[in-house]
């Protein structure tokens, strides 16, 4: 059993490097993730997707490689290391979106032509240091995956969450989500 509680754990890391600017973006990275769980609640999406647009990049925050190396053009592989730190609480209906959302990104890019010039700049910079859209091999093993779609809309979610002008909810209210998620 993990030692502390999720929305403890996850809280320290929005009160700490949650509140650093957001990789090149207008909004701070908490407010970032914030707001793409809003726009998942809003959509009416299940628990566990509006628990992974809201957790999507914490793989950001901690490792050897951060961030900020992402935009100094290293991938951090946020994706992975995000689903792998979130696992000692959530099942895979919530950290395979969160480990697949940059795939996601990769594959919209592939196969939507107008998908690209959506990405706001440092996105599509991030995208070539990700490995670029997908080819059609590595298409096909993402659109055979159980948790594609969702991590397609965590996507999506995340695309739109770059709105300075947007105030979203604050934590506390997704925690009785996440307490009733966390196994």
Partial sequence: ???????????ALFASEGASDYLGEAVSQGSHMLQAAALAERAVAPPALIAAALLHDVGHFAGAVTGQDLMGGTDNRHGERGAAWLSQWFGPEVTE????????KRYLCAVEP???????PASVYTLGVQGGPMEADERTVFESGQYAEGACQVRRWDDQAKDPAV??????????????LAR
């Fill in 1 to 11: 059993m993990p030692a502390q509680d999720p929305v403890a754990a996850i809280a």
């Fill in 97 to 104: 979106p969160v480990r697949l959302h940059v795939d996601a």
């Fill in 167 to 180: 105030t979203a909810p604050t934590l506390e209210h997704f925690a009785a989500m996440l307490r009733s």
């Fill in 114 to 120: 107008d998908y690209l010039a959506k990405l706001s």
